[in-house]
């Protein structure tokens, strides 16, 4: 079936550092979403690209939907302690009405 | 704020014993989810339903069952739980289906002893 990948797995910045991370998948999607979670919470929505190439922001997070529409990049700058936690990313499988999840990249923002 | 509730935010039962799980959505949206996540497996789709009274199995269905009588309510149920149903269970609602945003309720945190 569908897989996404992330890297890295984990990653330990200083605040004010800018920070990368990527989904890689063998197949095509048509849309990617962009997921954090808090500890205890449910994962909120930062953002959802429709379109190969697209280039969305939303405040400090810059996404970008990969031209060959296997893959997605995540950037965040100047980070701050609240970006601490895990990033997903996401995107609609194939076969049926279900979403596939990558396993995310957990950050930490020492001070 | 997606306008998702999710009850009980946390539960302790007793292995044999039925649960139920509820998920409100005020946002009128066609499709929910039920996911279980787990460390190691990520998020995995148990169920899900398309309208009112149409629902289908996800990849873990197994052992639980589902309900929508309602477009804004959608049940859970545990017949019998288990000790491998303790996990964290999150409700998800989107407008239009998988090529559409996926919103995310704050979890139930379910512990089968």
């Known amino acids: 079936g569908q897989q996404l990948n992330q890297s890295p797995q984990s990653m330990f910045i200083q605040e004010g550092e800018d920070v990368s991370m990527n989904c890689t998948s063998s197949?095509?999607?048509?849309?990617w979403l962009w997921y954090k979670q808090d500890p205890g919470e449910g994962p909120v929505l930062l953002i959802a690209?429709?379109?190969?190439?697209e280039l969305t922001s939303n405040g400090r997070l810059t996404a970008q939907f990969g031209i060959t529409r296997k893959d997605s990049f995540l950037n965040i700058s100047a980070s701050i302690p609240s970006d601490v936690g895990i990033y997903f990313c996401?995107?609609?499988?194939?076969?049926?009405?279900?979403?596939?999840f990558g396993p995310g990249t957990r950050l930490s923002v020492l001070p | 704020d997606a306008g998702i509730t999710q009850s009980p935010r946390h539960k302790v039962t007793e292995t044999g014993t039925p649960v139920t799980l509820r998920c409100h959505q005020t946002?009128?949206?066609?499709?929910m989810y039920w996911y279980r996540q787990d460390p190691g497996h990520g998020l995995r789709l148990i169920h899900y339903?398309?309208?009112?009274?149409?629902?289908d199995k996800g990849e873990v269905s197994d052992g639980y069952s589902v309900s929508r009588s309602k477009t804004e309510d959608f049940l859970l149920t545990l017949e019998s739980a288990t000790s491998s149903q303790t996990s964290v269970y999150f409700c998800?609602?989107?407008?239009?289906?998988?090529?559409?945003?996926?919103?995310f309720g704050s979890g139930t945190q379910l512990s089968v002893l």
């Open positions: 197949s095509i999607f048509n849309t």
């Open positions: 339903s398309y309208g009112v009274k149409d629902t």
């Open positions: 996401a995107g609609p499988d194939n076969y049926g009405q279900n979403f596939v």
């Open positions: 998800a609602i989107s407008r239009q289906g998988r090529n559409e945003k996926l919103f």
């Open positions: 946002e009128n949206h066609r499709y």
């Open positions: 690209l429709y379109k190969a190439g």
